[in-house]
């Protein structure tokens, strides 16, 4: 296949800028320019406070795009290509970036439609058809053009249209390479795939691009797992995936309903059903429902390619899913208000957790704001909210898109320490699955993933070097190179700036656990506390004196 001298990433958001750094990381030869109209995100990505948070990403930018010592500089076997390596990932507004590229990635934000034929389920292709049209007018003969960013089921047949409208007889390859990263382990997801997935038109260059790439993700993903399959499968393949998850959450969703009014609990149910293999455990967490900003979208726009394939059927299937996700938020603020007898006038709730899961600032589609929302109907005389990853005016903005008289009277108060959220407050409502607000210390997580950069080809660098030192949970981890054989112990390795690994930790700066005595000693009565994420431990909690109403239990 044709080499790959020089890569364009259009769209520096939650996708574009990690799939770029990780490209430029694998690929010292190639350079990665990474496209926005935005100046000010441009910016950001240039200077030291990157606008998207993720564990590793610093790091791995700091690498590739100032040429940083990734691993220190004393005591290296082969210190050549890690220190000596050149920049070779750059931030740009200016398109024409787009016309030196060999390989251009989509990755725009698509949203939902929210107006005119399909508002509420079509995706609204605007950014992305006018970024489109851009590539259009500026690729260079032969470009293969890539998407990256999640869109509706026959994107790359209309854009392989639009490419021969606008530059006809002008050879392109358009493939569909759908991201599957998940926020707040997009390093991970990104170094560690499950799987890459390229869909092309099954023509022979087609297939040759395709080829292509392949070549570039094999500088770190085994061959194994790196798919092939026509453009629509694997367009419907990235809806289909998030679908599942989603499905998965809703249907112990519906469980933790009839839990509720039953005896039965619903994290009891979850992990009996889940140890039959052909089910498995993951995603079987009930709780306030899914936020973020991919689930509700892709089923949306799975119902609506139903919908306008005729199948109304599994149209209202998938659509079934949504439903069931927003009664979780409406039956949980019913059961807050309930506890109050209908009566939050006066009364002061504190909530903790914005975001719409933990380890991430990101307030799209919070499950909070729905809960705060229905709240604020009862009028009550404030509510409190502590988010250790949230800015403030992200809260603020999204909880004045549905209730701006409360922002403005002041009856929303954002604060940056839990215990002043909590104090004074009749009842604290935990909304997010933060670590920190657990009563129990987390249980230690088995090493799923290896936080491993450098792919088993690299030189003999030491292996400590090679690791990208936020993933404090790691086991003793051992291997050899050369016949020399390498153990490493990533908990001694990483603590901030170790000397070890000589390389900063990025993990976010995180409050502790919270005190959950102190939070309840200056509580008033009632003294309720409502586990949305259903991951306190309410024995405990409540041999403080508060009462516990937890998601899929029954009200004691
Ligand atoms: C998801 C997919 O995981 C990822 O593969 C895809 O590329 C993008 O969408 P993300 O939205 O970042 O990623 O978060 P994810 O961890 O999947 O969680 C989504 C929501 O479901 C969160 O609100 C989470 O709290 C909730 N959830 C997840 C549950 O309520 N229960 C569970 O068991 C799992």
């Not at 007889?169 to 991201?179: H, I, Q």
């Not at 506890?339 to 991430?360: D, P, Q, S």
């Not at 949230?390 to 004045?400: K, W």
Request: aromatic share 6%; glycine share 6%.
């Amino acid at each position: 296949s044709e080499p790959v001298k020089s890569v364009c990433v259009v769209g520096a958001g939650y996708v574009g800028g990690p799939t770029a750094a990780v490209l430029a990381l694998y690929h010292p030869s190639i350079t990665v320019e990474v496209l926005d109209r935005d100046p000010r995100r441009i910016q950001q990505w240039q200077s030291p406070h990157l606008p998207v948070h993720e564990s590793g990403l610093e790091t791995v930018v700091r690498t590739v795009r100032d040429g940083a010592d990734m691993a220190g500089d004393e005591g290296l076997t082969d210190p050549l290509s890690v220190q000596k390596r050149g920049r070779n990932l750059f931030f740009t507004c200016d398109t024409a970036t787009i016309a030196r590229a060999d390989i251009v990635f989509m990755a725009v934000n698509t949203p939902t439609k929210t107006f005119g034929v399909g508002a509420g389920c079509a995706t609204n292709m605007t950014a992305f058809d006018s970024a489109m049209r851009e590539v259009a007018a500026h690729a260079k003969p032969g470009a293969i053009i890539v998407e990256k960013s999640t869109v509706p089921g026959g994107t790359a047949e209309r854009v392989r249209k639009m490419l021969s409208t606008y530059r006809p007889g002008v050879p392109f390859e358009v493939l569909s390479n759908p991201e599957f990263l998940a926020e707040g382990c997009a390093i991970d997801n990104l170094t560690a795939p499950d799987r890459v997935l390229i869909g092309s038109a099954g023509t022979p260059s087609g297939r040759r691009a395709a080829r292509t790439l392949a070549n570039l993700y094999e500088a770190w993903v085994p061959s194994s797992k790196i798919l092939q399959t026509n453009s629509w499968s694997s367009e419907l393949a990235k809806l289909v995936a998030n679908a599942m998850l989603a499905q998965r959450i809703s249907s112990i969703n519906s469980i933790s309903a009839i839990c509720e009014k039953t005896g039965a609990e619903v994290d009891q149910v979850a992990h009996a059903i889940g140890l039959d293999a052909r089910i498995g455990p993951q995603f079987l967490k009930a709780g306030l429902g899914f936020g973020g900003s991919c689930f509700r979208k892709d089923i949306a726009s799975l119902a609506y390619l139903a919908e306008s394939l005729g199948l109304d059927d599994v149209a209202h299937y998938w659509r079934q899913v949504n439903v069931m996700n927003e009664r979780q938020r409406d039956r949980f603020s019913r059961k807050v208000i309930d506890c109050f007898e209908r009566n939050l006038v006066g009364r002061k709730l504190a909530i903790l957790g914005f975001a719409f899961k933990k380890n991430t600032g990101d307030t799209r589609e919070s499950l909070a704001v729905d809960v705060i929302r229905q709240l604020l109907e009862e009028r009550p005389a404030e509510i409190a909210i502590f988010d250790p990853y949230c800015r403030p005016e992200d809260i603020l903005r999204e909880i004045m898109s549905v209730a701006p008289e409360a922002v403005h009277n002041e009856v929303v108060k954002i604060s940056s320490d839990p215990y002043l959220a909590c104090s004074q407050a009749h009842a604290v409502l935990v909304v997010t699955d933060c670590d920190q607000f657990r009563n129990t210390r987390p249980k230690k997580k088995r090493a799923t993933t290896q936080s491993v950069l450098f792919p088993q080809k690299s030189p003999a660098w030491a292996p400590a070097h090679d690791l990208l030192c936020h993933e404090t949970t790691l086991e003793r981890e051992t291997w050899t190179h050369d016949g020399v054989s390498y153990q490493l112990n990533a908990q001694d390795a990483c603590s901030p700036n170790c000397s070890d690994c000589r390389t900063t930790c990025d993990r976010p700066s995180v409050t502790e656990q919270v005190e959950w005595t102190r939070i309840a000693y200056n509580m008033l009565e009632p003294r309720w506390v409502f586990d949305g994420r259903g991951q306190l431990d309410a024995a405990e909690l409540e041999k403080l004196g508060v009462r516990v109403d937890t998601v899929g239990r029954r009200t004691a």
